[in-house]
């Protein structure tokens, strides 16, 4: 009686998951033959932004008036920048620069067909062109 031989079957490995994370991820940076990792953080501290709801809210507990939205989208911008003067390599935050500068842009163009008084005033108090 002969024996049937049969085939294993091979098991496919599994494909890593995408992992991702709305944190500040770590950058490595080389500085001659060290390379060090650098995390970035924009956010706002909290005091900071309870500060900035306070000072642009149209009324009590408005956290999202196009007026409060601008603001702590400046106050991010002017971080950022302040990042980017540091390290002009950094083109993954310079991205993230446009997004957010492009959404302030949205915002400002949207309140500007509500209200035109508005747009002036946020404009002046953040000391914005245009």
């Known amino acids: 009686m002969a024996v049937k031989k049969t085939k294993t079957q091979k098991t496919k490995a599994a ?9 500040a991820k770590p950058k490595k940076v080389k500085a001659g033959k060290k390379t060090e990792v650098v ?3 924009i956010a ?9 709801i306070d000072q642009f809210a149209t009324k009590v507990g408005d ?3 196009p ?15 302040g990042h980017l ?15 957010m500068v492009s959404k302030r842009r949205r915002l400002i163009n949207y309140l500007a067909k509500k209200d035109t008084d508005r747009v002036k005033d946020i404009t002046g108090k953040l000391k914005l062109s245009k």
């Open 15 to 23: 494909k890593p998951t995408r992992v991702t994370s709305k944190e």
């Open 39 to 41: 995390t970035v953080s």
């Open 44 to 52: 706002i501290p909290s005091e900071d932004k309870k500060k900035i």
């Open 63 to 65: 956290t999202g008036s």
């Open 67 to 81: 007026e409060v939205q601008i603001a702590l989208l400046t106050r991010r911008i002017e971080k950022l920048v």
């Open 85 to 99: 003067k540091t390290n002009p390599q950094d083109n993954h935050s310079r991205r993230g620069l446009l997004g």
